[in-house]
């Protein structure tokens, strides 16, 4: 019963296998036995056809060509079953794939007779699995090949998956690190409070981001953008993590650093402080570095400038050290301009001269590497002391850190350096280096503001060169700016801690001597007139200066700079009068005559454009010696103050040359005298002519003959009427118009006469240059005639050159009958002096003109005035 039962039970579950699935039969040999409808269907058979194939007509080539068909078919032989998809080729060529199992049949001995194979299709089921295996793979190779680091750890923190860029980033392989929690592994640095918060954000499903410094295998940092996201599972509940780590180093560094300096340097931070803050920026970022920046200066000298962990003491011993081939890693970096890494210290022969300042602070290692100026040249080095000699030097990270940094103390020393040039140009004299008056002016009112404080006295010492303009006009500009320049060095030399000195223009120097009683002043001023009057090699030339200088007292003579700069400009000016070489303090006395040249300078302006008569011409006679008669009249200037009473001309002309009046004063004087002779004349007094004094400068005008003519047709005179008096001085004047304005003056036909000729100039050469008329023997020879027969020679001797060269020459000064005589002997044509007359009044003149005999009076008729009141 239970036979027929199990009998029954196979069929009908053979009916229902042959409803659902396919099935064929093979022999041993492979060849098809029997297919039953889904079989046919699957593999697209007609039944007829379907008798005459064989298995391997359905399998696919590259299946027949391997070694594992011949053995399946072995296997099967042998009574071993098969199952497993298996890809197979319908009539119509197309692939499928099928569920397939292949049972051997046995026989009541237990021989396999054939092979029965039961299969369903599960093409769809293949080609899904296909897709899904290749997005699989994509992803796996997404994963792999990008640099960013993957890793995905489970709920419990504990690391499930690394991908192929994380080994690659940190160094550890998925079996080291599987299990691990990532914040341990990668930034055990971070409180365990920041790993809870991090898992608290996890659970509560939201992502964490953050930029974090972490650490790999071999002790490498990364700065690193970390992002950590929470995946649930089917339920909700936070199952994985997926972190990822992206290497930001190069971007931070340079973000970090890059905002730090440039905010340092928008604040206007001094170079220090903005070199230091870059040390201690990378010093935290690589806490197993010190970093140090020196400077090398334009002379290639090492100089400390920022090193916050390194002791003072040991950079201070660096200072002023010369670069060169073996001078440490800096110094030797910078002079090969390329890094230098010494390993070892101790052993390195770089540091010979060195280690013993640096190992005892315990460092083992140095790497520097030179900071390019713009030209390429080394303006600096940025180093790194390693302590730890396990510590790798010159990482990656380390030289993406020194890449960063050189950059950015490159521009902060460029800056400083464009800093400093304009600082330079702003406050220092552009020829000799010194202080401007601006920072002159300002560091003297901290000198004073100091000595207010500490109740200390400080001397202004105002230097003027003597003939500086002598050296200009006569050497050339670049010789006088040589000059300059030796003074300013020698000036450097005399200055002490605490004192400053400046130019303030041209030839003049201020000193400030801080802490100046007067023992210390007065040995400076020594040390000073000592340097200044050296003998000094110009070119070719060598020449010794002296120098005038004045002194002011603080705060004795003025509690501001202006006045003690003022007052000791004033005691200079004493000195210079009082001669070359001279030292004045200032004093009250020397004030007051102060006070009274300005009122003066003041009264001269007034006097000069005003019409009130303060100033007014007299006329001194010169003498015919042969006939006694009138040769013409000198006009002299006479200045009555109007409360002063008369100004001597020795007095006042002098200051309107230095107050720029001379000019003035000379149209004035032309005017007036030309004015003069034509009332004369009107008057019937015979004056032959009038001679006025003019100075060089009133020669600069170009326009001077045209005014001189316009005045003599004016009064009708002739040019012949006019003398312009001159002197020596003129030769050195330097501006362009001088000599056409002499020559232009001279071809109008106005006679020219040398003045005090004899004093100046050493080279008489100039009198054939000069179209002069006529010279005027200084009254200096004229005094000593009757006793100095050297005064006799000279006489003798000018009034030769006189007339050799055709020239009138008029004896000046002559005072008494002797020098008269004397003068008349040796063939004087003219004298002038008190002995003849006194400068007269015009109106004195004309009584004068009358005591004299031998002068006819001349009707006014007879005298052309054409416009009295021109
Ligand atoms: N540029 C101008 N210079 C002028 C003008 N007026 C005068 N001066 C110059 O001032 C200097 C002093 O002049 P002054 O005090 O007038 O002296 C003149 C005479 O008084 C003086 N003199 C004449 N004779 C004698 C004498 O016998 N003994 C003596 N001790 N002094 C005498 O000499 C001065 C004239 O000198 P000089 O001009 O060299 O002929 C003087 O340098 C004037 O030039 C002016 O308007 N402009």
């Not at 409808?37 to 298995?55: E, G, K, M």
């Not at 369903?120 to 796996?140: G, I, K, M, P």
């Not at 060195?354 to 520097?368: D, E, Q």
């Not at 032959?688 to 005008?701: C, E, G, R, Y």
Request: charged share 20%; net charge negative; hydrophobic share 40%.
């Amino acid at each position: 019963m239970g036979e027929s039962e199990d009998v029954h039970t196979q069929v009908t579950r053979f009916k229902a296998l042959d409803r659902v699935m396919a099935l064929a039969e093979f022999d041993l040999d492979g060849r098809l036995l029997h297919a039953n409808p889904n079989y046919r269907q699957l593999l697209q058979l007609d039944q007829t056809a379907s008798l005459a194939v064989a298995h391997r007509d359905f399998c696919p080539p590259a299946l027949l060509a391997s070694a594992a068909y011949p053995a399946m078919w072995e296997r099967l032989r042998n009574g071993q079953a098969f199952s497993g998809e298996v890809e197979r080729v319908r009539s119509d060529g197309s692939r499928c794939w099928l569920e397939a199992t292949y049972s051997p049949a046995l026989d009541e001995h237990g021989r396999v007779t054939h092979v029965v194979k039961v299969a369903s299709d599960v093409t769809d089921r293949h080609t899904q699995s296909l897709a899904h295996q290749a997005y699989v793979e994509r992803l796996a190779l997404v994963a792999d090949v990008s640099d960013t680091a993957i890793i995905i750890s489970d709920a419990m923190s504990r690391i499930l998956f690394v991908n192929r860029g994380f080994s690659r980033m940190f160094g550890w392989s998925l079996a080291e690190v599987q299990g691990r929690a990532p914040i341990d592994l990668l930034a055990p640095h971070l409180s365990a409070g920041f790993a809870e918060h991090y898992q608290a954000a996890l659970r509560a499903g939201e992502p964490v981001v953050r930029e974090e410094i972490v650490v790999g295998k071999n002790g490498q940092r990364y700065w690193s953008k970390v992002l950590s996201n929470p995946v649930p599972d089917g339920d909700g509940a936070w199952q994985y993590t997926v972190t990822t780590l992206t290497d930001i180093t190069t971007s931070k560094m340079h973000e970090v650093l890059q905002r730090r300096v440039l905010e340092a340097m928008a604040r206007d931070c001094p170079l220090v402080e903005v070199l230091e803050m870059v040390c201690e920026e990378v010093e935290r970022m690589a806490p197993e570095v010190t970093a140090s920046v020196l400077e090398v200066d334009a002379c290639g000298k090492l100089h400390p400038l920022a090193s916050p962990c390194l002791p003072a003491s040991y950079s201070m011993q660096l200072d002023g050290v010369p670069i060169g081939p073996c001078v440490g890693s800096c110094g030797t970096a910078a002079w090969r301009n390329e890094p230098v890494v010494v390993h070892d210290i101790a052993s390195d022969p770089l540091w010979q001269d060195f280690k013993h300042l640096i190992l005892p602070l315990g460092y083992t290692a140095c790497w520097s590497t030179p900071i390019a100026g713009a030209e390429g040249k080394p303006i600096g080095t940025f180093a790194f002391y390693y302590r730890d000699p396990s510590t790798v030097v010159a990482s990656a990270y380390h030289q993406r850190l020194v890449d960063t940094c050189i950059d950015l103390c490159a521009l902060a020393l460029e800056r400083e350096k464009a800093r400093s040039r304009i600082r330079q140009l702003a406050f220092y004299d552009g020829l000799t280096g010194l202080p401007n008056r601006s920072l002159l002016l300002a560091r003297a009112e901290q000198v004073l503001t100091s000595a207010t404080t500490n109740h200390e006295r400080v001397a202004v010492l105002f230097v003027d060169l003597d003939r500086f303009k002598q050296v200009n006009d006569s050497m050339g500009h670049p010789v006088g700016d040589d000059l300059l320049c030796a003074v300013a060095e020698r000036i450097k030399l005399v200055l002490r801690n605490g004192d400053t000195a400046g130019r303030l223009s041209g030839d003049e120097f201020v000193l400030v001597l801080s802490e100046g009683d007067a023992e210390q002043v007065g040995q400076v001023i020594e040390r000073l007139q000592e340097q200044l009057s050296a003998p000094l090699t110009l070119g070719d030339t060598s020449m010794v200066i002296s120098a005038s200088i004045g002194v002011a007292m603080f705060p004795d003579d003025g509690r501001d700079m202006e006045t003690l700069l003022h007052r000791a400009d004033m005691a200079m000016y004493q000195a210079k009068s009082a001669g070359r070489g001279r030292v004045s303090f200032f004093s009250s006395e020397m004030n007051r005559l102060a006070q009274e040249r300005l009122a003066l300078e003041k009264a001269l302006r007034e006097a000069l454009h005003s019409e009130r008569g303060c100033l007014h011409l007299h006329y001194q006679p010169q003498v015919d010696l042969k006939t006694g008669s009138l040769y013409g009249v000198e006009a002299l200037a006479r200045w009555t103050h109007p409360t002063l009473g008369m100004i001597a001309p020795a007095r006042f002309i002098p200051l309107a040359e230095e107050c720029g009046l001379i000019s003035d004063l000379g149209r004035w004087a032309l005017k007036e005298a030309c004015s003069q002779l034509a009332q004369w004349r009107a008057q019937g007094l015979e004056v032959p002519a009038v001679a006025v004094n003019l100075s060089p400068s009133s020669f600069h005008n170009l326009d001077l003959p045209r005014m001189i003519s316009a005045t003599l047709d004016c009064h009708a005179l002739q040019p012949q009427d006019l003398t312009l008096e001159l002197t020596e001085s003129i030769l050195l004047d330097t501006n362009p118009s001088t000599m056409q304005t002499i020559h232009a003056v001279h071809a109008s036909g106005v006679r020219l006469s040398m003045d005090d000729f004899g004093t100046g100039y050493s080279s008489l050469s100039y009198l054939r240059r000069l179209p002069v008329s006529e010279l005027k023997l200084d009254r200096s020879f004229v005094s000593d005639l009757e006793h100095d027969e050297a005064a006799q020679a000279l006489s003798r001797a000018i009034l030769g050159i006189g007339q050799s060269l055709d020239l009138t020459v008029v004896a000046e000064g002559v005072e008494t009958q002797v020098q008269h005589v004397m003068l008349r002997d040796q063939g004087y044509p003219v004298a002038q002096g008190y002995l003849f007359a006194q400068p007269m009044a015009p109106q004195d003149l004309a009584q004068w003109l009358q005591t004299q005999s031998h002068i006819a009076p001349q009707t006014a008729e007879k005298i052309q005035h054409k416009n009295r009141d021109c």
